[in-house]
């Protein structure tokens, strides 16, 4: 999943590489559900921002729920603009992979790609997720409101109580204000369902909301 050696703490904004103006070019359409896979996007729906790990994996997660319109995978929360794969995992980007999730709120509530999000990873191991080592493979929620923000500290916390009762460490996810999103290369974008026997480094730790 990578070709550098990955650095363990994200850049100082003069140490990141400078990206490019140029942005990644990426498929018109989603490649599971033939949903436009950039902007604009309906009006009515809403958009959600996670980094959970490898983000193949962690899009399929999200790909597959009642109310999700479309998902796509890319990078953001770091310092290089419009950055390649391999930046990304140089570690001198300070970009997480993530995945963007766009919703319709009336059949599928953000509380629960919250939970979703908490449920299919390990959200205690800083700079990694299981073997997958790095800053781009960091817990993260990016919010897009005032709301967002709030839900998603209510349930990190609902989540710290049930990972403490199996004895499990302290919580590392971030959660910060969502930047800009980068599209990853459109081999990325779907990856588990062009490549059904593909890498998937998820895992989550046993939890499960009530």
Same mark, same amino acid.
């Given at each position: 999943?990578?070709?550098?050696?990955?650095?363990?703490?994200?850049?100082?904004?003069?140490?990141?590489?400078?990206?490019?103006?140029?942005?990644?070019?990426?498929?018109?359409?989603?490649?599971?559900? +033939?949903?436009?896979?950039?902007?604009?996007?309906?009006?009515?729906?809403?958009?959600?921002?996670?980094?959970? $790990?490898?983000?193949?994996?962690?899009?399929?997660?999200?790909?597959?729920?009642?109310?999700?319109?479309?998902?796509?995978? $890319?990078?953001?929360?770091?310092?290089?603009?419009?950055?390649?794969?391999?930046?990304?995992?140089?570690?001198?980007? +300070?970009?997480?992979?993530?995945?963007?999730?766009?919703?319709?709120?009336?059949?599928?509530?953000?509380?629960?790609?919250?939970?979703?999000?908490?449920?299919?990873?390990?959200?205690?191991?800083?700079?990694?997720?299981?073997?997958?080592? +790095?800053?781009?493979?960091?817990? $993260?929620?990016?919010?897009?409101?005032?709301?967002?923000?709030?839900?998603?500290?209510?349930?990190?916390?609902?989540?710290?109580?049930?990972?403490?009762?199996?004895?499990?460490?302290?919580?590392?996810?971030?959660?910060?204000?969502?930047?800009?999103?980068?599209?990853?290369?459109?081999?990325?974008?779907?990856?588990?369902?062009?490549?059904?026997?593909?890498?998937?480094?998820?895992?989550?730790? $046993?939890?499960?909301?009530?």
């Amino acid at each position: 999943m990578s070709f550098f050696k990955k650095a363990i703490s994200i850049p100082a904004d003069g140490e990141a590489l400078p990206g490019r103006e140029q942005s990644i070019q990426v498929s018109s359409r989603h490649f599971v559900n +033939g949903k436009s896979l950039t902007k604009p996007f309906p009006e009515h729906l809403t958009q959600a921002l996670f980094g959970l $790990g490898c983000f193949w994996g962690a899009e399929k997660k999200f790909w597959q729920l009642p109310g999700v319109f479309v998902t796509a995978v $890319g990078y953001a929360a770091g310092l290089t603009k419009n950055p390649t794969y391999q930046e990304v995992c140089s570690g001198m980007t +300070g970009h997480n992979e993530v995945v963007l999730v766009v919703f319709d709120e009336t059949i599928c509530r953000y509380e629960q790609l919250v939970k979703v999000f908490f449920e299919s990873h390990d959200p205690t191991q800083g700079m990694r997720q299981g073997n997958d080592k +790095g800053t781009q493979y960091r817990s $993260g929620i990016y919010t897009f409101s005032p709301q967002q923000e709030q839900v998603a500290h209510l349930i990190k916390s609902e989540c710290q109580v049930l990972l403490s009762e199996k004895g499990l460490m302290e919580i590392t996810t971030e959660i910060i204000d969502a930047g800009p999103f980068y599209y990853a290369e459109d081999y990325h974008q779907q990856y588990l369902a062009k490549n059904p026997d593909g890498y998937c480094g998820l895992g989550g730790t $046993g939890i499960a909301f009530g």
